[in-house]
C-alpha cells in the first residue's frame, strides 16, 4: 500500500553537504503537562521546553489537571499559566465532562474558542447517552471531540478500546461530529476507522511511537512499559504501521505522560500509567520507521506535522521550523530528559536524528548546543 497524501515533500528542505533539513516544526495534539494540580510531575515550562528542544513548537495538553477544565474559571487558572510559562504554542483540550466523570456534560459554547478541542483523556466516557450528547453539541458549535476510548467493562483488553471505538463510531455516523480517536492501539481499532472512513464519517485518529514500534514481547517487569492503553501484540502493531501507510491513522501524537519517579519505582502493576515522549518521538520514528523503509521521511514529518494542523485547524506556520541533523547517532539517556518525567522504554536505544535548532514563529526558542 502507499502513502495516500504527501503535502510534507515541498517543504522539507535539504541543507547542501551534510545530511540536514529543515522541516515544518511538530505538533502534539496529545500530551501531559500536570498544570495546574501536579506541578511536582511537570509544569507548562518544563513541559513546553522538553517540546522545543525535540522539535515541536505546539503541543496540545489534555485536561486531567486539578481542577479540570471544565468551565470558564477553571480554563481560565491553565491559560494564565500558558501565558507565563509556555516558550511554544501550547493549545490546552477542555474537557467533555464535568470534572471528567463522565455524566453531565460541559457548556461547550463558553469553552471552544480557547481550545484545540474537547476530551475526557484519562478515562473514556462510559454511558453512550453522555457521548451522543456531546457529539451533538460538537457538531452544532463546530468542535472536535477527541476520544480516549476505554470501556470499563472489558479492563484494558484489546475490546475495551476498539468496543468503544465502534460504539462512538456509529454515534459519529449519526450526528456528524468531528470526532478524533487518541492513542490506537489494537488491529481491530484500525480496521474499525478504516471502514467508517470509506463510508464517510468525519474521523481522524492518532497513535503513539510507542504503539509502532514495541509489543507485549518486549514488556519488563518495570514502571517504564507501563502506559494506558497497554502495549500490544505484534499483529496489532503490524496493523499500525499498516494505517499508516494506507492513510487510516492520520498522525502520531506522543502522550507524553509524566510522574514522579516514585509513581514509577513500582514495576509494572504497581507504577502509574505513563511515559514521557515528546524527547525521543523524532528520532525513534526515524532511526526505525524511516532508515528501516517502513515510511518516507516525508510521511513521517506529514504525520507529526502537517496533518495534526490540518485536522486540528491549528493554520499554516511556515516561520515554524525543525533543523534536524539525520546523521546524527545518539543514545538516549532519560536521566537527561529537559521533562520532569524520565520514564521511557526506549531508554538506551541508540537512534539517529538530532534536533538541531527550533523556530516559533521565526525566532529560536532551542539550539543545541552541544552540551
Ligand atoms: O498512560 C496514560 N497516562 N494513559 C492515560 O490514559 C492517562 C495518562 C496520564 O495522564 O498519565
Ligand atoms: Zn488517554
Ligand atoms: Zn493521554
Not at 99 to 107: A, F, N, S
Not at 218 to 226: A, N, P, S, T
Not at 227 to 249: E, F, H, S, V
Amino acid at each position: 500500500m502507499k502513502c495516500t497524501t504527501s503535502y510534507g515533500k515541498e517543504i522539507i528542505m535539504r541543507k547542501s553537504g551534510a545530511n540536514v533539513i529543515v522541516c515544518p516544526a511538530f505538533v502534539d495534539v496529545h500530551v501531559h503537562l500536570r498544570e495546574p494540580g501536579r506541578p511536582d510531575k511537570e509544569t507548562i515550562r518544563t513541559g513546553s521546553l522538553a517540546a522545543a528542544s525535540a522539535g515541536y513548537t505546539c503541543i496540545c495538553p489534555m485536561p486531567n489537571l486539578d481542577p479540570v477544565p471544565d468551565c470558564r474559571e477553571n480554563l481560565e487558572q491553565e491559560l494564565e499559566l500558558i501565558r507565563r510559562d509556555a516558550c511554544i504554542q501550547v493549545l490546552p483540550y477542555a474537557s467533555i465532562t464535568m470534572g471528567r466523570k463522565g455524566l453531565e456534560t460541559v457548556d461547550f459554547e463558553s469553552l471552544k474558542d480557547s481550545v484545540v478541542a474537547f476530551s475526557d483523556d484519562g478515562s473514556g466516557v462510559q454511558d453512550s447517552a453522555v457521548m451522543l450528547r456531546a457529539m451533538e453539541s460538537a457538531k452544532a458549535l463546530d468542535c472536535i471531540l477527541a476520544a480516549h476510548c476505554e470501556d470499563n467493562r472489558y479492563g484494558d483488553s484489546p475490546e475495551s478500546e476498539w468496543k468503544q471505538i465502534e460504539r462512538d463510531l456509529e454515534l459519529a455516523a449519526r450526528t456528524g461530529c468531528a470526532y478524533h480517536v487518541c492513542h490506537i492501539s489494537t488491529a481491530r481499532s484500525v480496521e474499525a476507522i478504516r471502514q467508517a472512513k470509506r463510508s464517510g464519517v468525519d474521523v481522524s485518529c492518532e497513535t503513539a511511537p510507542h504503539y509502532l514500534l514495541l509489543t507485549q514481547n518486549e514488556i519488563r517487569d518495570e514502571g517504564r512499559f507501563k502506559m494506558n492503553p497497554p502495549l500490544r501484540m505484534p499483529d496489532d502493531r503490524d496493523a499500525l504501521i499498516q494505517g499508516l501507510l494506507d492513510g487510516t491513522i492520520d498522525m502520531i501524537a506522543t502522550d507524553h505522560a509524566p510522574h514522579t519517579a516514585a509513581e514509577k519505582s513500582l514495576g509494572l502493576r504497581g507504577s502509574a500509567n505513563g511515559i514521557v515522549g515528546l524527547e525521543t518521538s523524532f528520532p525513534v520514528l526515524y532511526t526505525y520507521l524511516v532508515r528501516k523503509g517502513v515510511i518516507t521521511l516525508e510521511r513521517l514529518v506529514e504525520l507529526m506535522s502537517t496533518a495534526p494542523r490540518k485536522r486540528f485547524r491549528l493554520g499554516e506556520a511556515p516561520m515554524d521550523t525543525a533543523t534536524m541533523d539525520l546523521d546524527a547517532v545518539w543514545t538516549i539517556d532519560s536521566s537527561r530528559f529537559r521533562s520532569m518525567g524520565h520514564s521511557t522504554p526506549f531508554d538506551g536505544w541508540e537512534v539517529y536524528g538530532r534536533c538541531l535548532e527550533t523556530r516559533y514563529k521565526g525566532k529560536t526558542v532551542y539550539a543545541f548546543d552541544n552540551e
